[in-house]
């Protein structure tokens, strides 16, 4: 039971590459999320997944896609890279949206050059 | 739009004592959720403590306890007995079902 799992760990891009996040989940859970975390700013949500074939904006959503693949896997796309895209990415699932806690991936830093 | 506030970026305490957290929000929900969430060195999100703002009563797991008071839309954490292992950023988060707002987190050092 491997939880909350994202790849790449760390990545480097060039302003105008593009590139996908990648997150699983073997807990079963219906609801994803994924974040940025940014120095003195906590996270932000970007973009989640409610439930199954379902995606919504969060607060931050300007620069990014996902695709939530089936109920196991939710992708963070950046088309084209920008140095504010710079940050620590986490990904997270929970049983349902709204009060369950949520668990977290080992989160993806990305640097933007 | 719900905003949770941590008005405290760094404290330190010594091992072994106790140490209060600060935390408030704002919403106009009367059901929601609020959690606090550590984040040590390894980067990795745990959840120390959850309270339902529909229970009086609040929340305690081991060392960590809350002082939830939903008037004053305050919600801090009391870790006792400090733990070298304690340290990490803490972040106050709020959830009212469909959105999930953290703070903007309290870096905790304990001091050996």
């Known amino acids: 039971n491997a939880g909350v799992t994202q790849t790449p760990k760390f990545q480097v891009l060039k302003t105008g590459q593009s590139m996908t996040l990648q997150c699983a989940q073997d807990?079963?859970?219906?609801?994803m999320y994924w974040y940025r975390q940014d120095p003195g700013m906590g996270l932000r949500l970007i973009y989640y997944?409610?439930?199954?074939?379902?995606?919504d904006k969060g607060e931050v959503p300007n620069g990014y896609n996902v695709s939530r693949l089936n109920k196991r896997e939710f992708s963070l796309r950046l088309e084209s890279a920008a140095p504010s895209q710079t940050s620590v990415y986490f990904c997270?699932?929970?049983?349902?949206?709204?009060?369950?806690?949520?668990?977290f991936g080992p989160g993806t830093r990305l640097t933007v050059l | 739009a719900q905003t949770v506030t941590q008005s405290q970026p760094e404290m330190s305490v010594q091992e072994a004592e106790t140490v209060t957290l600060s935390c408030t929000y704002d919403?106009?929900?009367?059901?929601?959720?609020l959690f606090w969430y550590k984040q040590p060195p390894s980067r990795q999100m745990i959840l120390v403590i959850r309270?339902?703002?529909?229970?009086?009563q609040n929340a305690t797991e081991n060392r960590f306890s809350v002082n939830f008071q939903k008037a004053a839309k305050s919600f801090s954490l009391k870790i006792s007995d400090s733990q070298l292992g304690d340290t990490a950023m803490y972040f106050c988060?709020?959830?009212?079902?469909?959105?999930?707002?953290f703070g903007p987190g309290t870096r905790l050092s304990v001091l050996p």
């Open positions: 997270a699932s929970s049983p349902l949206a709204g009060g369950n806690e949520q668990f």
């Open positions: 807990m079963n859970h219906n609801s």
């Open positions: 997944s409610a439930s199954e074939g379902t995606t």
């Open positions: 919403t106009s929900e009367s059901n929601y959720y």
């Open positions: 309270q339902e703002a529909y229970k009086q």
């Open positions: 988060a709020f959830s009212d079902g469909q959105n999930f707002v």
